[in-house]
């Protein structure tokens, strides 16, 4: 946290025109090398409206707290009608995207987790099948099976149809998480969206 | 969110000139947004944002896009008085995570289909976007982090 110093006014003080005092409540949080910061809140807030946050809370959660509405501003800034909650209508719209998608690939991957293992009693089926009066019998029975798996549109094409495949629900369990604890990361969304890209999705 | 306008009150003061204890002229900006049957919403947007920035980020505003500001600023001061510390950014950190581990469930997920897949040599689609094979149906990709 930068503090203030006899020299160099914060930046509020520095916006406030006015004496940076050695207890002023904005130094530590408004350094002057970041004016754009205290700008945005200031016109977004108001500066009475910060220090009375301020003043409610421990000093050990000023940083964040400041930081916090640093973003809040910024993205009133860029989006004046909808601001943050465009940001939060978005990654929920994201999140219920990931939901269904997820959902759809656990289903076919049970498919084929079911198929492997019917393959595999049946291979068992075949080696312990002695004295089994059928074992002749399934072991034709597994061979033309087995090869049946190969030609892929006598038993894949219906694995393939996706179309239908809306499992009812996901098991991702979506509870929100407690607030209170997280770190929190300030990232711009633009570039938190980025990061977040995975190759595997093909760019709309 | 909706974008309906309300009509001010002839007779009631609207929320935001109650709360300021002011007369509710036919031209108050607030009245449309503010009714008086919810003192609380203007109350808290009052106590965040301060009565004057919200109206110069009305005025800033397209009319029809008002009522949404002012359902977002009411959104973003009640997610800010429950949590003065992180208001509504709690919620965006949180959902950003959620993304985050969803996508690395689905990447997973799609790999064991792969896998699978390949094991018993057929075709198949990975969700989320990536097509694998040719054939069958698979979903349409969105750019997932694309604002």
Redesign the interface.
């Known amino acids: 946290m930068a503090s203030s110093s006899s020299n160099s006014p914060c930046a509020a003080c520095k916006f406030l025109r006015r004496k940076c005092q050695p207890e002023c409540v904005f130094a530590p949080y408004f350094p002057p090398d970041q004016p754009q910061k205290f700008a945005n809140v200031h016109k977004v807030f108001g500066a009475s409206n910060v220090t009375k946050l301020l003043n409610e809370l421990h000093p050990s959660q000023r940083e964040d707290a400041v930081n916090s509405l640093a973003y809040e501003a910024d993205m009133r800034l860029r989006d004046p009608v909808y601001g943050c909650v465009g940001v939060i209508s978005l990654l929920q719209h994201q999140l219920r995207q990931l939901q269904m998608d997820l959902s759809c690939a656990k289903s076919e991957l049970s498919k084929y987790q079911s198929l492997g293992i019917l393959h595999q009693s049946i291979g068992i089926n075949l080696l312990g099948g002695g004295t089994n009066a059928n074992a002749n019998a399934n072991a034709t029975a597994t061979h033309q099976y087995h090869h049946q798996f190969f030609p892929r549109e006598q038993v894949f094409g219906g694995f393939v149809d996706h179309h239908n495949h809306h499992s009812g629900g996901s098991n991702y369990d979506g509870g929100i998480l407690a607030i209170g604890q997280i770190a929190t990361q300030f990232q711009q969304p633009r570039a938190a969206a980025g990061d977040d890209v995975r190759r595997t999705v093909d760019p709309s | 969110m909706a974008s309906s306008s309300c009509t001010s009150y002839a007779n009631s003061p609207c929320a935001a000139c109650k709360f300021l204890r002011r007369k509710c002229t036919s031209d108050c900006v607030f009245a449309p947004y503010f009714p008086p049957e919810e003192p609380t919403k203007f109350a808290n947007v009052h106590?965040?944002?301060?009565a004057?920035?919200v109206s110069k980020?009305l005025q800033?505003?397209e009319p029809h896009?008002r009522e949404?500001?002012v359902n977002?600023?009411a959104?973003?001061a009640e997610a800010?008085l429950k949590?003065?510390?992180?208001?509504?950014?709690?919620?965006?950190?949180?959902?950003?995570?959620?993304?985050?581990r969803?996508?690395r469930?689905?990447?997973e997920?799609?790999a064991?289909?792969m896998r699978?897949?390949s094991?018993?040599?057929?075709?198949?689609?990975?969700?989320?976007?990536?097509?694998s094979?040719g054939?069958?149906?698979?979903?349409?990709?969105?750019?997932?982090?694309?604002?």
């Open positions: 106590r965040i944002f301060g004057s920035n980020i800033e505003v896009q949404d500001a977002s600023l959104y973003e800010r949590d003065p510390v992180y208001g509504c950014v709690g919620a965006i950190s949180i959902l950003q995570r959620q993304v985050i969803l996508q469930e689905l990447e997920t799609n064991d289909l699978y897949a094991c018993f040599g057929a075709e198949t689609t990975s969700f989320g976007g990536r097509k094979g054939r069958g149906g698979g979903r349409d990709g969105e750019g997932y982090g694309g604002y």
